[in-house]
């Protein structure tokens, strides 16, 4: 079983940068795809927003393209989110997924609170 600890949330604002680091318990060459989400209050569906393969394949929510990057560190076993031009509207808690095939396994991390300000 897969575990995630999330890190680098914090208050920041508005045009600012934070970067979310996610460790795993495992080595990420292991897992196929590492992503991020993020929740706002109220909201009960988590809104992806970005993703990378193993194999190298990104993919990124339109509103975030150009302003974040996703990045793997495998030799830390660690996912990076490096978040820049911070808007009001990227306050949320951010989660970090692990999505595993073979076997099969979804793991989510606890969470990191990102608050812009303006």
């Known amino acids: 079983q897969v575990q995630l600890v999330e890190s680098g949330g914090g208050l920041v604002q508005a045009g600012g940068s934070l970067r979310l680091s996610c460790a795993a318990s495992?080595?990420?060459?292991?897992?196929?795809?590492m992503a991020w989400y993020r929740q706002t209050p109220g909201n009960q569906r988590r809104e992806f927003v970005a993703?990378?393969?193993?194999?190298?394949?990104?993919n990124y929510l339109n509103s975030v393209k150009g302003r974040f990057t996703i990045s793997r560190d495998n030799a830390n076993n660690a996912v990076h989110l490096q978040m820049n031009s911070l808007k009001d509207e990227d306050t949320a808690v951010y989660y970090c997924?692990?999505?595993?095939?073979?076997?099969?396994?979804?793991?989510w991390g606890q969470g990191t609170q990102v608050t812009v300000t303006s």
């Open positions: 495992i080595s990420i060459a292991d897992i196929d795809i």
């Open positions: 993703q990378i393969h193993r194999l190298g394949t990104i």
């Open positions: 997924n692990a999505d595993v095939t073979r076997p099969r396994s979804i793991t």
